[in-house]
């Protein structure tokens, strides 16, 4: 009698990619909380820790505390399902329509830019992520109606100028030929690869960035931001340790964590879901609208991923030798698969079917990444072996209408095993593109940049836009500046970021639709109050 599948993992929740921990696990640089940083970044998942990267490449010399309220790489970036799948058209006719057609050719071009930059880092030294060279994406189509939208979606982004020039469309029986799905009808297929979020993130990112950091560069674990403020105590400080000095404001932000206080010139919040519990946006508004809620502006949002072994099923994604496909997704990217190297497969997804579409409500600074949702966990592990090992030969209803089928599915009689399963917190920003830049002064008065509000889709965003964030902060700020010119004219002062080789950082085209404007927050805050 052949058994049923495991849908209880024997482990607990730590995700494939936690396990085993990196070297950096509950790492702290320092057994003291420094009291001052040039940049603090708060929150070291891929987005933190791209910046810092970022940030010591160009100025080599800042001083930099990145702070982390639970482990390292421990957030989402830790925790998902292991794709870099840069998006080249879906989003063509809704990006046309908010931002126009540039914008969406834009947004292709970005995407592209950044998996080339994660593929040269990751080849820069022998650092194994997991990824494949030239690996294929394929977006398989379960319905009709989905496969021609994302071909309306592709031909619209052809015609407006985006390039789309690696990307192959599959019709129904070429498609069954490769994958072996047969209840699919086409699949579009680009470039993209699976990858080990943590090894890139920890093991690649901030190690780079700690190799290149000097001794003002902490990095600091289990430290939890419960707030923080400007100051205007500037006259009260030591100004030899304060190497950045604004000369124009006397803003230096003074941050509370469970270690004790540090003064940072600068502020990288970088904690993604957690984005609202800290950015005090959400309070300002609350204190202008008298709203006694204030206003979400990203949302945090529970996501499923499994690990199955690859015992039993025996297959590659690819049945024909001559495609490498490395990862595949399904129903609009609602569900998503890759196959490892040892051949287990990581599927995610099916957070349609949870509690509330997965949306959830926190206390402020908590991280709940621990409970499975039983309908997501089910409709998982019953998605998979249609897709790959049994009677695929057509898609069936999602788990709710067939709850009842269950024992008798012939689906399920097959052996294999979940070998881990997980959840992450996602965080969605109010309009799904991600908030990158600084906090206009129309909320904030201080020097507060964010990066976050990657949507489910960071993987092939966040180097870039860190590296453009970065960017911003240090060359389009005027007292970055007003120092650049002081330098080259009346030669060293004795704030040492100054004697460093100010290198500029290249410059990189920000998609408009992540920026943050006065224009869009404010889009986004009415747009946030009509969802309350
Ligand atoms: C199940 C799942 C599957 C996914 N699959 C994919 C995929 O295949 N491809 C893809 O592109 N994207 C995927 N994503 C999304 C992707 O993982 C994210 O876009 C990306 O990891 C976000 O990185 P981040 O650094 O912005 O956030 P995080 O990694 O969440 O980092 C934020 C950090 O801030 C810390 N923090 C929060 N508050 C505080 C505080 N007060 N003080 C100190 N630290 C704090 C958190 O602990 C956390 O470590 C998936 C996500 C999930 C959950």
């Not at 507060?448 to 240090?474: D, N, Q, T, W």
């Amino acid at each position: 009698m052949p058994s049923k599948p495991a849908l209880t993992p024997s482990s607990s929740r730590i995700s494939t990619w936690l396990d085993p921990p990196t070297k950096f696990s509950m790492f702290r640089t320092t057994s003291e909380l420094p009291a001052t940083a040039d940049l603090a970044i708060i929150g070291s998942g891929f987005s933190g820790a791209s910046v810092a990267y970022h940030a010591l490449k160009a100025y080599p010399a800042l001083s930099i505390v990145m702070l982390e309220v639970g482990d390292v790489c421990e957030g989402e970036s830790g925790r998902n399902g292991g794709h870099i799948r840069p998006d080249f058209y879906t989003y063509a006719s809704q990006i046309t329509a908010k931002y126009g057609s540039e914008e969406a050719a834009r947004l292709n071009k970005f995407e592209r830019d950044d998996f080339e930059a994660v593929k040269r880092l990751i080849k820069e030294d022998s650092v194994d992520c997991e990824t494949v060279e030239d690996g294929e994406s394929w977006q398989v189509f379960l319905t009709q109606e989905e496969f021609d939208e994302a071909l309306r979606e592709f031909t619209m982004m052809r015609d407006l100028g985006g390039d789309v020039h690696d990307i192959q469309v599959y019709m129904r029986n070429e498609a069954i030929g490769v994958t072996g799905i047969q209840g699919c009808f086409g699949a579009i297929v680009s470039p993209g690869s699976r990858i080990s979020p943590t090894k890139l993130s920890h093991t690649k990112v901030l190690h780079v960035a700690l190799n290149n950091c000097n001794d003002a560069t902490q990095y600091s674990s289990g430290d939890c931001v419960s707030d923080y403020s400007e100051l205007d105590e500037f006259e009260h400080l030591d100004m030899n340790a304060l190497r950045i000095v604004p000369k124009k404001s006397s803003y230096v932000h003074k941050i509370t964590t469970s270690r004790g206080t540090l003064l940072a010139n600068k502020v990288v919040h970088a904690t993604n879901a957690y984005i609202d519990t800290l950015l005090s946006i959400s309070s300002n508004v609350r204190d202008t609208t008298k709203s006694p809620n204030g206003v979400v502006l990203v949302t945090p949002i529970r996501s499923h991923a499994l690990e199955i072994a690859s015992v039993g099923i025996r297959r590659k994604l690819s049945l024909d030798p001559s495609h490498n496909i490395t990862n595949m997704n399904f129903n609009r990217g609602g569900e998503y698969l890759i196959q490892r190297p040892n051949g287990n497969f990581v599927l995610g997804g099916g957070r349609r079917f949870g509690n509330g579409n997965g949306i959830e409500s926190f206390n402020n600074n908590t991280t709940a990444e621990t409970e499975i949702d039983g309908s997501v966990d089910f409709y998982l592990s019953f998605f998979f072996p249609q897709i790959l090992c049994f009677d695929n030969s057509h898609y069936l209803s999602p788990p709710k209408t067939v709850l009842g089928e269950r024992d008798t599915n012939e689906a399920y009689s097959a052996d294999y095993g979940i070998v881990k399963q997980w959840t992450g917190i996602m965080g969605f920003s109010v309009d799904e593109y991600p908030l990158v830049g600084k906090i206009p002064s129309f909320l904030e008065q201080g020097q507060e940049y964010c990066i976050a509000g990657f949507s489910g889709h960071g993987m092939p965003r966040i180097f870039l836009a860190a590296k453009a964030l970065v960017r911003m902060i240090l060359l389009e700020d005027d007292d970055y500046r007003y120092d650049c010119q002081y330098h080259s004219t009346v030669g060293p002062m004795h704030y040492r970021y100054i004697e460093g080789t100010i290198e500029v950082a290249e410059n990189v085209q920000l998609p408009q639709c992540f920026a943050i404007t006065e224009e869009r927050l404010t889009k986004m805050i009415s747009l946030a109050k009509r969802k309350e």
